[in-house]
């Protein structure tokens, strides 16, 4: 098999027989670098086998030359010794020839009886070809080549025919030649080329895996990141298209899946949160279902005893003369009564799904007018109360009456929740939420503070932070369905050990504010 064989039949058991399980052991990179490597190197190889093989051909060609031309001047000569009867002279010339010349390691003459003439040899030991083949060339006048082993020695014999001056046969000339050494400087250019061969594919190796690197991993590199950036929800800035080629119209197409999906996530967050808004009202509503009954049938047992304290207390006030001490106390009396009538039919309104009337309200007048009530209270808790409303505050667009309601619900609330000694402030200024002109009011407490957990909780019907029997938890559901009738907004922030404070925003009133209210503590 020649050298160009052996290195592809090696190649070929090289090469594993599961090329997917040897590819996954490494990268891309490797894997391309590969790919585009190994038919360089195994054309390369080829070239040198064939190059090998083709400089051994040559050799052997130009070894066979100078074989025939040995022989056929030994030939020639052994025939003119032979014709004029120099067999001594032929012995000396045979001597010389074995060992002068490198090649020639025996000169044998056998006559047409079969015995050996002229014999010189440099291995003495050896018998060399048959002399029945010799004898074979005498009788058929065929040259003949033997080549066989000796003495660890590759040896070619060639046998010819001795004919001195006649077209008989008188006698068979051996001549055996030892096998030569390559010669060295055709293998040194041979081993020159190898050489440059695989400095070229490392030269190619490098500059395919620069352009590799550049070219392809590179933007891949970066496109990867993109996809994990947006499989875990980041997506980021759209990924730079620097290329118009197949991979710039990738990241094109990338780019573009970034935005489709991320404009379907924000849908259907807002979905979800529109579900959720949704849900919440569905089980407020079956809280506020079940709970109508209940709120009827209280607030009609409520109402009959309310109207008679509210007769009698008019009785008395009619009796009373006009400077009596005790006529503003039963005053009182009255208006807190009007009061828990508007509150009772305010739980119902809910129920009843009465819209409420919207009108310019001053809100230092409201304030103004539950004062008292609230003085009251603060003084019982032993609670510092203080308000902040300037007379320019701007008017608000209101029902009076649940307008009222929110405020006594948040105040009442800041009061039960401070401890003695605390301070609940109650403050308005104008605002601009989402570019529309408003009015935010602040309930704020030194109380206990409400946990982060329970914040989202509050507004929910029946949910509540007071112990037992301290409360309903319908207050702020109320509270907080008012608000919103009003197209307004209602925001908690609080800190356990700190305190807690209410928001509500409600809209302006397009005209001049009233001149009412002020500091007042």
Do not use: C
């Amino acid at each position: 098999m020649s050298n160009a064989g052996v290195i592809v039949s090696g190649l070929r058991r090289s090469i594993p027989q599961d090329w997917r399980a040897a590819s996954s052991a490494v990268g891309l990179r490797g894997r391309l670098v590969v790919m585009l490597l190994l038919p360089i190197a195994v054309i390369g190889g080829v070239y040198v086998a064939f190059l090998a093989d083709e400089v051994e051909r040559d050799e052997r060609q130009e070894l066979e030359s100078r074989r025939e031309l040995i022989s056929r001047a030994i030939q020639v000569a052994v025939e003119q010794a032979v014709r004029s009867q120099s067999l001594d002279t032929m012995a000396r010339f045979a001597e010389d020839l074995v060992v002068r010349h490198k090649s020639v390691v025996r000169v044998r003459l056998v006559g047409a009886t079969g015995k050996p003439l002229v014999d010189a040899s440099l291995l003495p030991h050896h018998e060399g070809v048959s002399l029945d083949r010799l004898r074979r060339v005498i009788e058929t006048g065929q040259e003949q080549q033997v080549a066989y082993s000796a003495d660890g020695f590759t040896l070619h014999a060639r046998l010819l025919p001795i004919r001195p001056g006649s077209p008989r046969v008188e006698a068979a000339l051996e001549i055996v030649y030892v096998a030569a050494r390559p010669d060295p400087t055709a293998w040194d250019a041979l081993a020159k080329v190898g050489l440059r061969t695989g400095a070229f594919v490392l030269v190619l190796a490098v500059v395919i895996v620069f352009v590799l690197r550049r070219e392809v991993l590179q933007p891949l590199g970066r496109l990867t990141r993109g996809i994990r950036r947006l499989a875990e929800g980041e997506p980021g800035p759209p990924l730079p298209v620097e290329r118009h080629d197949e991979l710039g119209q990738v990241t094109e197409a990338f780019n573009e899946l970034a935005r489709r999906l991320q404009a379907s996530r924000r849908e259907l967050e807002s979905e979800i949160a529109h579900s959720v808004e949704l849900e919440g009202q569905l089980r407020r509503s079956s809280t506020l279902a079940a709970m109508g009954k209940l709120t009827s049938s209280l607030a009609h047992e409520v109402g009959t005893p309310l109207n008679v304290i509210s007769g009698r207390a008019e009785v008395i006030l009619q009796t009373l003369p006009l400077g009596a001490p005790a006529r503003e106390d039963v005053e009182v009396i009255l208006a807190q009564i009007d009061r828990i009538s508007t509150i009772i039919r305010s739980v119902l309104d809910p129920l009843r799904s009465r819209e409420p009337h919207i009108q310019p309200t001053a809100l230092p007048q409201v304030i103004e007018g539950l004062l008292p009530l609230w003085r009251h209270l603060a003084r019982g808790r032993r609670v510092l109360l203080s308000t902040a409303v300037p007379a320019s505050v701007p008017r608000v667009m209101a029902d009076p009456a649940q307008l009222q309601q929110i405020l006594v619900n948040l105040v009442v609330n800041a009061l039960d929740a401070t401890p003695p000694g605390g301070r609940v402030r109650l403050t308005a200024a104008a605002s601009v939420e989402a570019g529309e002109p408003r009015v935010a009011i602040e309930v704020s407490d030194t109380g206990r503070g409400i946990a982060s957990e329970l914040q989202p909780r509050i507004f929910e019907p029946f949910f509540t932070t007071k112990a037992a029997g301290g409360g309903t938890g319908l207050g702020l559901a109320i509270a907080r369905d008012i608000v919103r009738a009003h197209n307004g907004d209602i925001r908690v922030r609080s800190e356990i050990g700190v305190g807690t404070t209410f928001t509500v925003v409600l809209p302006q009133a397009n005209h001049v504010p009233a001149a009412l209210g002020g500091e007042s503590r």
